[in-house]
């Protein structure tokens, strides 16, 4: 069976390594998944937040925004998955690695299929 997935590739793995190994990974695995766009992730350093916020709307916040409840988030990098998470989505983003162990334990919940993750929050 195959669930649809929001993709946000971590900026240094876009940068460096691209995505072509984690792409068939997803393809092999059934993820139907369409990059989100890239935003910045340094977000914490003072003085950056406004504009990693305004960053992150202007690809990767409305994207996650706008997926559907029973697709997946997916974020391999931390800063990533704390950007979707704080930016007022109502998401929470798995690692891939996540994602596959999530689905060898059987059916994913049909909405908001992170919450089968135990992971506590990043807030």
């Given at each position: 069976?195959?669930?649809?997935?929001?993709?946000?590739?971590h900026?240094?793995?876009?940068?460096?390594l691209?995505?072509?190994?984690?792409?068939?990974?997803?393809?092999?695995?059934?993820?139907?998944?369409?990059?989100?766009?890239?935003?910045?992730?340094?977000?914490?350093?003072?003085g950056?937040?406004?504009?990693?916020?305004?960053?992150?709307?202007?690809?990767?916040?409305?994207?996650?925004?706008d997926?559907?409840?029973?697709?997946?988030?997916?974020?391999?990098?931390?800063?990533?998955?704390?950007?979707i998470?704080?930016?007022?989505?109502?998401?929470?983003?798995?690692?891939?690695?996540?994602?596959?162990?999530?689905?060898?334990?059987?059916?994913?919940?049909?909405?908001?299929?992170?919450?089968?993750?135990?992971?506590?929050?990043?807030?």
């Amino acid at each position: 069976m195959s669930r649809a997935a929001t993709v946000r590739t971590h900026c240094h793995q876009h940068a460096v390594l691209k995505g072509d190994a984690d792409r068939e990974l997803m393809r092999r695995s059934g993820l139907d998944a369409g990059c989100c766009g890239l935003a910045g992730n340094f977000g914490f350093e003072r003085g950056h937040y406004e504009l990693s916020m305004k960053i992150g709307e202007q690809g990767v916040l409305p994207a996650v925004r706008d997926t559907a409840p029973g697709a997946l988030v997916l974020a391999d990098g931390f800063s990533c998955r704390t950007q979707i998470e704080q930016g007022g989505t109502g998401r929470r983003a798995l690692h891939l690695a996540e994602a596959l162990a999530l689905g060898l334990d059987g059916p994913l919940p049909a909405h908001h299929p992170e919450r089968a993750a135990d992971r506590p929050s990043t807030r």
